[in-house]
């Protein structure tokens, strides 16, 4: 089992719908989670993290981290089509461990 | 401005002949790390290094070497690239805990020809 998995997506949300984003890890002592965001040939720019249970709120992007269940996840609320980019989970170990990544479209 | 510069942004060079690709953070961070990043493979690993003098491979060394010899500069050679080796670069850094995600540079897209 891979230690951060994400669906590779792509994940395909019109305009001004919520994009759910799930990321699930394998390490029940992960402290905290980030999110970053990638457009198509730049570097990746985190977005988000957290750390406790439950759900954080930046803007339009809401982070929810279920421990028990070993899930973190992003909400894109009124998803817009600069939110178009792959998303990457990432999980910090003796090293960040990084997810695959979902590709997000945001259609007009 | 807090950053990690990569240089150069993109290189085009021939199987065999040794180049080398700059890191430099200004943030004070002691762990800094490559990464390559394939279409469909995600983000591997190359090095990392945990502090001056500190380094360590990650999943995929092969072919590359690093060195760290002053704490903002970790740079990524190859001694003799092969056209597999054709990558989209990314150096990281962060600090000792990690408590706040990497910092990326802007990449250096490599073509081994």
């Known amino acids: 089992q891979k230690e951060v998995e994400q669906n590779s997506g792509p994940l395909s949300v019109p305009e001004g719908a919520i994009a759910s984003l799930n990321c699930t890890y394998s390490?029940?002592?992960?402290?905290?989670f980030f999110w970053y965001r990638q457009y198509s040939g730049k570097s990746p720019e985190l977005i988000m993290f957290?750390?406790?249970?439950g759900d954080k709120e930046d803007g339009r992007f809401t982070a929810q981290l279920n421990k028990a269940s070993q899930y973190v996840s992003l909400l894109i609320r009124d998803s817009q089509p600069s939110d178009s980019a792959t998303y990457l989970c990432?999980?910090?170990?003796?090293?960040?461990?990084f997810g695959s990544g979902t590709r997000l479209s945001i259609r007009p | 401005e807090a950053q990690v510069t990569q240089n150069p942004r993109y290189l085009i060079t021939v199987t065999g002949k040794k180049l080398t690709v700059t890191c430099s953070q200004n943030?004070?961070?002691?762990?800094m790390s490559w990464y390559r990043q394939d279409p469909g493979l995600g983000l591997r690993q190359i090095y990392y290094?945990?502090?001056?003098?500190?380094?360590d491979k990650g999943d995929v060394p092969e072919g590359y070497k690093v060195s760290r010899k002053e704490k903002r500069n970790f740079p990524l050679i190859l001694e003799s690239p092969s056209p597999n080796q054709t990558s989209l670069y990314f150096c990281?850094?962060?600090?000792?805990?990690?408590?706040?995600?990497?910092?990326f540079g802007s990449g250096t897209r490599l073509t081994v020809v």
């Open positions: 990281a850094s962060t600090s000792s805990t990690g408590s706040y995600g990497y910092t």
């Open positions: 390490d029940r002592g992960s402290q905290s």
């Open positions: 957290i750390y406790s249970n």
């Open positions: 990432a999980v910090p170990a003796s090293k960040i461990i």
């Open positions: 943030m004070n961070h002691e762990y």
């Open positions: 290094s945990m502090n001056v003098e500190v380094t």
